[in-house]
């Protein structure tokens, strides 16, 4: 046999058994246990978050929804409703914050804010931006973060 | 090398095969191990391509002759640099490129699916590797780049002159990978629906691969304009050939997709629209790789006469079919979140910018195949030009950008009279401005008129979102105006992403409204000395040079160029004859500033050394070729991974509450 055809013959067999280890790895190791969800994954870490009181909220906007399909609900109704409800879990999210103030990102959040206003931050009132949900100061007309105009709050 | 190349690619076809079945089974079976053993398979998949690609890569350098593809595709005067070229040069080659765009795509499609993806992901995994089994078994058992002769050459028949190009390096590859790449969020979406997930878990991972496949597509179409414009030497860079409209086609479908796909990430709507959409998107790109192996319509582009076209035309109609199917059986699924609340929002335009994208893609699908129904109904085949593309298109186009700079600039669910005139009125005063001012100059053509003032209205309507966003961020956050505008830009990048996209498709139209309504073509034969006028231009021909080499015979021809009796540039321009070919091969001499081009090409050498040049002014291309770069910009924002937002931000409720907790409403 030529050498060429030889060492393709071997590097080929070679290729063929890494490749069936790789596929057969799984196959003999069996089932493992269910991973963990990456907290960077797509799914983010809110749509997680079983904290009870958010869960009434979010029960709330569903009930609203439905009222608003069904069409018991005008437009502006369902619209002020549904404000105040993103707001009340922007509340609940900040708390859920305030709680755990040893965590990096709070203290991060908390350094920027107060080198905005150098002002106590638990005295700045956020609400979410209609276009990208970013946390704005209320007296914002515009919001920092895409620019969209900021809905006027009650 | 050939037995290694061939031996990795049947090993990587069985690893395809093996990863379709068990990813089904492993599923069906309630067998994780299984499902994940399929997708090692995957992962190796990708590894025996490589090993086979690199064998035929390396097989043109070393002068392999006794594989027929190199023979073929190849010689001994070929530069190094075009082996790249050479590899993806005829059908063999370019179907194990594809298989290795695939393969590689699939594998970062799996390594990276999102978790809440997972029960759909074996699915997901099986339609992948299904289509990579097609492809791989086709290359394997009718197209085989290894396939021997018997007997070795001493040279080979050498690459295709037209080939010899900078743009060929990247005109290609990206639109093959463009349309292969649509089978990941094609996958996806099947997925889903086939494991009943019908919501808007797939929505994510959809719209990245969309867009990677949409720029791909984008970049190879303008680089194959590039190409034909700088080396056909006709001047021009369009010419609705059938393949080039079928690379068209997909990415209109995929326009549409992208845009849509926000609305269901936002809003929770479209969700049966966007099922549809990446389904005509699929079959779209089937059917161009159909035209381009075999099809029944005559093309510049196509690998020339293939048996391959039957195989293509089985597995487009499988595409096509199956997935309808599998929409029907989950249609009752696929009611979305909520309704259209007013047809004055952003969902609106949306709808309608799908609708326009869909018609055209519909027209130029119509275009490409009148021929061939011609044929049959008359028996007579008529060929339908450039007129009928762009008196139905043309006007489709313009209404087009006018939605483009509509869209951005009007909220979700539901505009205010007001709001909608505080946001449009200024752009559509410079637009109407800019109408005005051009047609107090002169400028009385219809169509460049709108052109412009829609140009100049999407402009304004972007720089003033910009400048809004930038305005208020320095104000809240005390950032110089420089800082808070790239702070801007970062903080929401899938949007102001895709206001720089908008932006080259602005240039892009400056570029074919200013060659398709003001170009000046003169075609003249010179002797040396003698000189032509055109536009303001003085040009003088100062000879030609013939140099062979040992493939061809190249003819340089120097050019000067003068404006106002003062000398501008020298330019010089060749043409060359490739006799293996009996072909011809120019390059262009063009220069090019932001107002015109200047393009000079030969068109053929006398004996007496004069020489008949087609000369071109083409005011505003230039502004077509810098679209390219922008584009690629504005999706590389667009498309830069997001962190998941901080824990001061506030989650858009509309959206997760509707997720976790569908209304059954």
């Known amino acids: 046999m030529d050498a060429g055809i030889a060492l393709s013959v071997i590097f080929g067999a070679f290729l063929a058994l890494f490749s069936i280890f790789l596929v057969g790895y799984s196959l003999v190791r069996g089932n493992r246990p269910e991973p963990e969800a990456h907290p960077d994954s797509y799914d983010g870490r809110f749509l997680e978050n079983d904290d009870p009181a958010l869960g009434d909220i979010f029960d709330a906007i569903r009930t609203l929804e439905l009222e608003y399909q069904l069409g018991r609900l005008p437009q502006e109704e369902f619209d002020a409703q549904f404000q105040t409800y993103r707001v009340e879990a922007a509340t609940v999210l900040r708390d859920q914050l305030e709680a755990g103030r040893g965590d990096p990102a709070w203290l991060l959040e908390h350094d920027i804010l107060l080198a905005r206003g150098a002002q106590d931050p638990a005295s700045v009132r956020l609400v979410p931006c209609p276009d990208c949900s970013a946390s704005v100061p209320q007296n914002q007309a515009n919001c920092p973060h895409c620019g969209a105009e900021m809905v006027p709050q009650p | ?665």
Do not use: C
């Not at chain 2, 069985?14 to 995957?42: D, H």
């Not at chain 2, 709507?269 to 192996?293: C, D, E, P, Q, T």
């Not at chain 2, 810098?626 to 584009?631: D, N």
């Open chain 2, 1 to 665: 090398m050939a037995d290694l190349g061939s031996i990795s690619l049947w090993i990587a076809l069985a690893l395809a095969a093996y990863s379709t079945i068990a990813s089904v089974a492993g599923k069906l079976r309630l067998s994780p191990a299984l499902v994940e053993s399929a997708q090692s398979a995957a992962y190796a998949a990708v590894l025996a391509l490589l090993v086979s690609t690199l064998s035929l890569v390396i097989a043109f350098i070393s002068h392999d002759f006794e594989i027929a593809y190199v023979a073929a595709h190849s010689d001994l005067a070929m530069p190094k640099q075009f082996t790249w070229v050479a590899f993806y040069a005829g059908n063999e080659g370019s179907l194990l490129y594809i298989g290795l765009v695939l393969s590689v795509m699939s594998a970062i499609a799996i390594w990276r699916s999102p978790e809440r993806l997972k029960d759909a992901l074996p699915y997901t995994t099986a339609v992948l590797m299904l289509t990579l089994t097609f492809f791989l078994a086709v290359t394997a058992v009718m197209a085989n780049p290894f396939d021997k002769l018997s007997f070795v050459p001493i040279d080979g028949e050498g690459i295709n002159p037209l080939l010899t190009h900078f743009g060929m390096f990247f005109h290609p590859p990206a639109l093959m990978a463009g349309l292969i790449g649509i089978t990941i969020p094609f996958a996806f979406a099947m997925g889903s629906m086939l494991a009943g997930k019908t919501g808007d878990e797939w929505v994510d991972a959809g719209r990245v691969w969309g867009i990677i496949s949409w720029v791909l597509l984008a970049s190879g179409l303008l680089l194959g304009s590039w190409w034909a414009y700088t080396i056909l030497g006709w001047g021009g860079f369009w010419f609705w050939d059938p393949v080039e409209n079928a690379a068209f086609m997909p990415w209109l479908a995929l326009t549409a997709f992208i845009h849509s796909i926000m609305v269901q990430k936002r809003r929770g709507m479209f969700r049966m629209w966007n099922i549809v959409l990446i389904n005509v998107a699929f079959g779209l790109a089937l059917y161009g790789m159909f035209m381009n192996r075999g099809g029944s319509v005559p093309s510049v582009h196509s690998f020339g006469a293939s048996s391959l076209g039957w195989v293509f035309l089985m597995f487009l109609a499988i595409g096509v079919l199956i997935p309808f199917a599998i929409f029907i059986w989950r249609y009752p699924l696929l009611k979305s979140a909520r309704n259209l609340d007013s047809m004055l929002s952003r969902e609106a335009a949306f709808l309608i910018n799908n609708l326009l994208l869909l018609a055209i893609a519909f027209v130029t699908l119509w275009g490409t195949v009148y021929p061939l129904i011609s044929r049959l109904t008359n028996d007579e085949e008529i060929t339908v030009a450039r007129p009928f593309y762009d008196q139905v298109n043309g006007p489709l186009m313009l209404a087009l950008v006018f939605l483009m700079g509509v869209g951005p600039l009007i909220p979700w669910r539901k505009a205010s009279l007001s709001s909608l005139r505080r946001s449009l009125l200024p752009p559509a005063v410079a637009g109407l401005a800019t109408v005005a001012v051009l047609a107090a100059l002169g400028l009385h053509k219809d169509y460049a008129l709108i052109a412009f003032g829609l140009a100049t209205f999407v402009t304004t309507g972007i720089l003033m979102e910009w400048y809004r966003g930038t305005l208020s961020r320095h104000r809240g956050t005390g950032e110089n105006y420089a800082a808070a505008f790239l702070h801007l830009i970062w903080a929401n990048r899938p949007r102001y992403g895709g206001y720089i996209a908008h932006l080259a498709v602005v240039m892009v139209t400056l570029g074919i409204v200013g060659t398709s309504f003001f170009s000046t073509q003169k075609d003249v034969v010179l002797s040396p000395g003698e000189r032509v006028t055109i536009e303001d231009y003085e040009l003088v021909y100062l000879g030609s040079i013939e140099t062979p080499k040992s493939n061809r015979t190249e003819f340089t021809s120097t050019v000067q160029v003068f404006r106002d009796g003062e000398l501008l540039e020298t330019l010089r321009t060749t043409r060359a004859f490739y006799p293996n070919f009996n072909m011809a091969s120019t390059n262009a001499a063009i220069r090019s500033t932001p107002v015109e081009d200047l393009y000079i090409v030969p068109s053929e050498n006398l004996p007496d050394g004069s020489v008949g040049f087609r000369i071109l002014v083409n005011p505003l291309i230039w502004w077509m070729w810098v679209a390219g770069p922008v584009m690629l910009l504005g999706t590389g924002i667009a498309l830069w991974p997001q962190r998941a937002p901080s824990p001061a931000q506030v989650p858009s409720l509309s959206r997760s509450a509707v997720r976790s907790r569908p209304t059954t409403a």
